[in-house]
């Protein structure tokens, strides 16, 4: 887990191995101590610059001495930490991960294409360093497998009512965040966002589903036409029996209505007849 590690402000240390520097050159200089002041007040020297970092906003430094971790900086600025210490650079700004367009096979068995991208930022800089070899990789990968393992859950198109398909965008989105938390926490990485960027049939089987889907909303469409068209023939002879227009027997009646039925459902205008007869000739 992510600790604080000791550290003091930069720039007061450099004062202090400046004052150390002054004192031993002049040591040196009046003969004092001899070359062993030197060499110590050099190595001193040494020592203490070796404590001096700079954090930049959204950054943090893992500070591990002789392999063993003391600590990060997360605080923007110049600092100085345990000497003779190695300072890890850990980005902590908010990146975007877009997964190449993957070949899954749906709930159905249908190949399709999808793609995926993922907003997500550091938030344990000790388990992003020591847990996972990669960080970045390890949140790539796992990205894919989880894209992957969502599309594989669900179909492409629902086929009953209240199913869930890749298709529903929001619900989707979230199943694929929650899924990708759990992966990557490991890491000590928090994912903010997902969101699927491309969805589609394979292309060997592109046009057969998009045959289906045309089939599909054709038959929505006449059934609607149908029903519209069934509502408006039971208007029209409740009027002409309410407004005494004209008396019909079942014939005329079920006559009218196969040809009012014709006319709203046919694809194409209808061809008039007039009769200049009587209604049964």
Not at 26 to 32: P, W
Not at 81 to 99: A, D
Not at 191 to 197: A, C, G, K, W, Y
Not at 201 to 225: C, D, G, N, T
Request: hydrophobic fraction near 50%; include cysteine.
């Amino acid at each position: 887990m992510e600790t604080p590690a000791f550290r003091l402000s930069g720039f007061l240390m450099f004062f202090v191995a400046l004052l150390e520097a002054v004192i031993v050159g002049t040591l040196g200089k009046n003969g004092i101590g001899g070359s062993w002041t030197i060499l110590l007040g050099t190595l001193l020297f040494v020592i203490i610059a070796s404590g001096f970092t700079v954090v930049a906003p959204n950054e943090a430094r893992v500070v591990l001495f002789f392999g063993r971790y003391v600590g990060t900086l997360r605080t923007a600025g110049f600092h100085w930490t345990v000497p003779l210490t190695l300072k890890r650079r850990i980005s902590l700004r908010v990146r975007n991960f877009e997964s190449s367009r993957l070949k899954v096979s749906d709930a159905d068995g249908n190949p399709v294409e999808i793609a995926a991208v993922v907003v997500w930022r550091v938030v344990d800089s000790a388990k992003a360093a020591f847990a996972v070899d990669d960080h970045i990789t390890y949140v790539a990968v796992q990205s894919e497998a989880a894209v992957r393992h969502m599309a594989s859950s669900h179909p492409y198109d629902a086929h009953e009512q209240g199913q869930t398909s890749l298709r529903d965008a929001t619900v989707v989105s979230d199943e694929l965040t929650a899924e990708l938390r759990e992966r990557v926490a490991l890491a000590g990485v928090e994912v903010l966002e997902s969101r699927i960027t491309h969805l589609a049939y394979a292309p060997e089987i592109a046009q057969a589903m998009l045959a289906r889907q045309q089939a599909s909303a054709i038959v929505a469409a006449r059934f609607k036409i149908v029903e519209g068209a069934v509502g408006m023939v039971q208007n029209a002879l409740q009027r002409l029996r309410e407004e005494d227009v004209v008396d019909l027997d079942e014939e005329r009646k079920a006559q009218m209505v196969s040809n009012l039925l014709v006319v709203l459902c046919g694809d194409r205008a209808a061809q008039p007849v007039v009769n200049t007869g009587t209604l049964y000739s």
